[in-house]
């Protein structure tokens, strides 16, 4: 185990790995997956294939009759949450409170632990799991097709783990175990809670991953093309070229991309860059990350979902019809063997 440090200001987070984790905490327990999609498939798979007890827990759809293809065992959801110990929820966040509520909160009974990889419904308090059962999370860091890849080759993918609600004193070996059978503790799970992991993947997405990156790409876009460059030249420097430059960021970091790229690249880039996170955009981010924390981005897109997406439907048409979308869907064409 890596206990944490501290570096300079920063306290380093706790990692544990394969020898601190006890698959034998999991003998004679069944784990119940809520939903067979793309990370519970995944999960489910590779906590069968080391040696867990794992049931499925679905609506009658494609998704049930692939489990089944795939050698599971399928129950009703309120049938998988009372045969179960542990009940995954990996349905989609909308969703799950009125599942939770319906389905599963019956079948919460002392001793049982009620599980997550994403924290949403916890912090904002959507669902409310009784005092008496455990509540944990493993959150692998990587889409479900790579935490099973990954788990193929011997390897695992890195993910988090948290405990809210400690029942039964045996919340986090129980976590440690599951992140073991997911094959994560191969490559190592960080410790963190529910709200630090809920606020920072919302913000993430936000500011950065989701939206912060496609709003930059529209907007570089936009000022090329209003100035008079071709759409398709402008499409290649701003869109596709960004994989190019993540790829290096992941790989070794943001000082080792800079040496990857031209001394001309890291100059212009460097200086002005900063131009564009100005700090009034630094203020911005402080302003949308305050709305995650006080629940009001929560607040919002659950009465979305239950208007039934209309804002982000008309959003999807939308961006659909965009110059960039069009050039795009064309040019990638390009890249596909005839």
């Given at each position: 185990?890596?206990?944490?440090?501290?570096?300079?200001?920063?306290?380093?987070?706790?990692?544990?790995?394969?020898?601190?984790?006890?698959?034998?905490?999991?003998?004679?327990?069944?784990?119940?997956?809520?939903?067979?999609?793309?990370?519970?498939?995944?999960?489910?798979?590779n906590?069968r294939?080391?040696?867990?007890?794992?049931?499925?827990?679905?609506?009658?759809?494609?998704?049930?009759?692939k489990a089944r293809?795939?050698g599971?065992?399928?129950?009703?959801?309120?049938?998988?949450?009372?045969?179960?110990?542990?009940v995954?929820?990996?349905?989609?966040?909308?969703?799950?409170?009125g599942v939770?509520e319906?389905?599963?909160?019956?079948?919460?009974?002392v001793g049982?632990a009620?599980m997550?990889?994403?924290?949403?419904n916890?912090?904002?308090?959507?669902?409310k799991?009784?005092?008496?059962?455990?509540?944990?999370?493993?959150?692998p860091?990587?889409?479900?097709?790579?935490?099973?890849?990954?788990?193929?080759?011997?390897?695992?993918?890195p993910?988090?783990?948290a405990v809210?609600?400690?029942?039964?004193?045996?919340?986090?070996?129980i976590?440690?175990?599951?992140?073991?059978a997911?094959?994560s503790?191969?490559?190592?799970?960080?410790?963190?809670?529910?709200p630090?992991?809920?606020?920072?993947?919302?913000?993430?997405e936000q500011?950065?991953l989701c939206?912060?990156?496609?709003?930059?790409?529209?907007?570089?876009?936009?000022?090329?093309?209003?100035?008079?460059?071709?759409?398709?030249?402008?499409?290649?420097?701003?869109l596709?070229?960004?994989k190019?430059i993540?790829?290096?960021?992941?790989?070794?970091?943001?000082e080792?991309?800079?040496?990857?790229?031209?001394?001309t690249?890291e100059?212009?880039?460097?200086?002005?860059?900063?131009?564009i996170?100005?700090?009034?955009?630094?203020?911005?981010?402080?302003?949308?990350?305050?709305?995650?924390?006080?629940?009001?981005?929560?607040?919002?897109?659950?009465?979305?979902c239950?208007?039934?997406?209309?804002n982000?439907k008309?959003?999807?048409?939308?961006?659909?019809?965009?110059?960039?979308?069009?050039?795009?869907?064309?040019?990638?064409?390009?890249?596909?063997?005839?």
């Open positions: 185990m890596l206990t944490q440090k501290i570096m300079g200001d920063l306290i380093m987070a706790q990692i544990y790995y394969d020898d601190d984790a006890d698959l034998s905490v999991l003998e004679g327990k069944t784990i119940a997956i809520i939903g067979y999609g793309n990370q519970g498939g995944a999960q489910a798979q906590m294939d080391s040696g867990v007890n794992v049931i499925i827990g679905s609506i009658e759809d494609e998704s049930a009759k293809e795939d599971f065992e399928v129950y009703p959801i309120s049938e998988a949450a009372s045969k179960a110990d542990v995954h929820i990996l349905i989609p966040d909308e969703y799950q409170g939770y319906k389905e599963i909160a019956p079948q919460m009974k049982k009620l997550f990889s994403h924290g949403f916890i912090r904002f308090k959507r669902i799991p009784p005092a008496d059962v455990d509540v944990i999370m493993v959150a860091k990587g889409p479900g097709v790579l935490v099973r890849q990954t788990y193929l080759d011997g390897f695992g993918t993910a988090l783990i809210e609600q400690d029942a039964s004193r045996k919340a986090k070996d976590v440690l175990a599951i992140a073991k997911l094959g503790t191969k490559a190592g799970v960080i410790e963190t809670t529910f630090e992991e809920t606020e920072t993947d919302l913000f993430g500011v950065d939206g912060g990156v496609t709003e930059l790409i529209k907007a570089s876009f936009d000022t090329l093309v209003e100035a008079g460059y071709q759409p398709e030249i402008a499409y290649f420097e701003v596709h070229e960004l190019l993540t790829d290096l960021i992941q790989e070794g970091g943001l080792y991309m800079w040496k990857c790229v031209s001394n690249a100059y212009g880039g460097r200086t002005r860059g900063k131009e996170i100005t700090g009034e955009i630094r203020e911005t981010m402080k302003g949308i990350l305050k709305d995650i924390k006080s629940g009001k981005f929560a607040d919002e897109w659950v009465g979305e239950e208007d039934g997406m209309p982000l008309r959003m999807r048409e939308d961006d659909a019809k965009l110059k960039i979308e069009v050039v795009g869907a064309k040019l990638r064409e390009m890249f596909v063997k005839k």
